[in-house]
């Protein structure tokens, strides 16, 4: 099984045990007034997949999120045909010409996730090869840093 660290998926299924138990706790003593406390803006925005009247618009709350330091990263999702990919489109073209981001790469994932294949695509779009799959992460975050 290459790829997979057998000692770090041993610990996590130790860490899954020890957490169920305390949900499991909580949960019996019924105590929920606080269930979370957010001190920062959310990594991830949500986007919604339906309109409302006087609600800006996806592509504007998309684009405003991009060029916003504080999110890592950006899901857009939704079921088929609501116009994911007309969006993404739209942003890229956006970005034509622009010095916005270094780099801005489009590849397709299909609903069997590869995640060999994915990254092999974004170093190609990189201009990276890989000696070995191991390689692959760490190769693409050192080439995304800096």
């Not at 057998?6 to 996590?12: A, I, M, N, P, Q």
């Not at 957010?38 to 309109?51: A, F, H, K, N, Y």
């Not at 060029?67 to 890592?72: G, T």
């Amino acid at each position: 099984m290459s790829g997979f660290n057998l000692k770090s998926r041993y610990e996590l299924g130790k860490r899954v045990i020890r957490m169920t138990e305390i949900v499991v706790n909580l949960k019996g003593r019924g105590d929920f007034d606080e269930v979370a406390v957010c001190s920062s803006p959310p990594r991830v925005l949500e986007m919604p997949t339906t309109s409302t009247h006087g609600q800006e618009s996806y592509e504007e709350t998309l684009w405003r999120c991009l060029h916003d330091d504080n999110y890592a990263m950006v899901c857009v999702h939704g079921m088929g045909g609501v116009g994911k990919t007309t969006l993404i489109k739209t942003i890229n073209n956006r970005l034509v010409g622009t010095q916005d981001f270094d780099v801005v790469i489009w590849i397709t994932v299909s609903k069997d996730l590869n995640i060999e294949r994915t990254q092999l695509a974004i170093g190609s779009k990189l201009g990276l090869y890989f000696a070995s799959d191991e390689d692959q992460e760490s190769e693409i975050g050192k080439s995304l840093q800096g």
